[in-house]
T-cell receptor, first 113, second 110 residues
């Protein structure tokens, strides 16, 4: 599978639990972007990472959210102590060194009960 | 002011109609421009890149006006399958940050 992969596709958490969303970029891509889409709204940039580096996290909420892209393995978006307002679709995209995004993953739909 | 602004929607058009979407961006240093399409509850998919010279792909024509910081997408002979949300996308210096407009929803009706 040459595409961007995300898992899980659907995630249900209760308030106060932790959510971990994973993204495997396309083969050969070393740049990962995370976006959040609230119901009936547009995509909002969250964070841009390269392997082992956070390049731009200007869209990340200051608390409870973190992201990493280790040397080996997928990129992880972690949300601690989730609240109902975190319910959204979280999309990951990847790019090569040019930085122009081509493809998105199918997204993870997070529901916080 | 939002970095990327699009026409508010939704657009409701009959099959066969021509529809135009407009988009403006605020960062004059923006380098790359795209239109994406997003179907309901699906991921965005790249529709086409936008160049200053204008480019066409079948029924779709994209235009870029750097002086006015304006991007457009024209769809001719609309099909039912064109119903989706169309996202204007701008990539800033170095491609480090790709910014999406809020999208314009299109409904094509028989």
């Amino acid at each position: 599978n040459a595409g961007v992969m995300q898992n899980p596709r659907h995630l249900v958490r209760r308030r106060g639990q932790e959510a971990r969303l994973r993204c495997s970029p396309m083969k050969g891509h070393s740049h990962v972007y995370w976006y959040r889409q609230l119901p009936e709204e547009g995509l909002k940039f969250m964070v841009y990472l390269q392997k082992e580096n956070i390049i731009d996290e200007s869209g990340m909420p200051k608390e409870r959210f973190s992201a990493e892209f280790p040397k080996e393995g997928p990129s992880i978006l972690r949300i601690q102590q989730v609240v109902r307002g975190d319910s959204a679709a979280y999309f990951c995209a990847s790019s090569d060194a040019s930085g122009s995004i081509g493809f998105f993953g199918p997204g993870t739909r997070l529901t916080v009960l | 002011r939002k970095e990327v602004e699009q026409d508010p929607g939704p657009f409701n058009v009959p099959e066969g109609a021509t529809v135009a979407f407009n988009c403006t961006y605020s960062n004059s240093a923006s380098q790359s421009f795209f239109w994406y399409r997003q179907d309901c509850r699906k991921e965005p998919k790249l529709l086409m890149s936008v160049y200053s010279s204008g480019n066409e792909d079948g029924r779709f024509t994209a235009q870029l006006n750097r002086a006015s910081q304006y991007i457009s997408l024209l769809i001719r002979d609309s099909k039912l399958s064109d119903s989706a949300t169309y996202l204007c996308v701008v990539t800033n210096t170095g491609g480090f940050k790709t910014i999406f407009g809020a999208g314009t929803r299109l409904f094509v009706k028989a």
